[in-house]
Nanobody
Framework: QVQLVESGGGLVQPGGSLRLSCVTSGSIFSIYVMGWYRQAPGKQRELVADMRTGGTTNYADSVKGRFTISRDNANNTVHLQMNSLKPDDTAVYYC????????????WGQGTQVTVST
C-alpha cells in the first residue's frame, strides 16, 4: 500500500508564506516524479509543480516565481514552498507520485487545505 502523507496547510493572509511537505516510501521516492496539484471549489484539479528524480522541475504559469518545489532525498520528502500567496491560491493541495514511464502508476495523498484570506 503506497502512502503519501501531507502536512503544512493552513490559513494565511495574502502575501504570506506556507510550506507543504509530503513523505512517502523510499521505493517510490527514488523512482517516481513527485508533484503537487490543487483543486479549488468548482474547478478541476490542476498541476502546481512537479520534480523528477534528476531535478528537472515544471511549474504552472500562475505560480512561477512564487512557489518552489524541492526534494529531500535523505527523508523521502517533497516540499512546496509557497510565497507571496494570493486568494486565488486557495484550494486543497494534493501530493502526487507518478511513474515516469507507466502512466497508470500514480498515487495521491489525502489533500491539505490552503486558505489565503484576510
Amino acid at each position: 500500500q503506497v502512502q503519501l502523507v501531507e502536512s503544512g496547510g493552513g490559513l494565511v493572509q495574502p502575501g504570506g508564506s506556507l510550506r507543504l511537505s509530503c513523505v512517502t516510501s523510499g521505493s517510490i521516492f527514488s523512482i517516481y516524479v513527485m508533484g503537487w496539484y490543487r483543486q479549488a471549489p468548482g474547478k478541476q484539479r490542476e498541476l502546481v509543480a512537479d520534480m523528477r528524480t534528476g531535478g528537472t522541475t515544471n511549474y504552472a504559469d500562475s505560480v512561477k516565481g512564487r512557489f518552489t518545489i524541492s526534494r529531500d532525498n535523505a527523508n523521502n520528502t517533497v516540499h512546496l514552498q509557497m510565497n507571496s500567496l494570493k486568494p486565488d491560491d486557495t484550494a486543497v493541495y494534493y501530493c502526487n507520485a507518478r511513474h515516469p514511464m507507466v502512466a497508470s502508476a500514480a498515487y495521491w495523498g489525502q489533500g491539505t487545505q490552503v486558505t489565503v484570506s484576510t
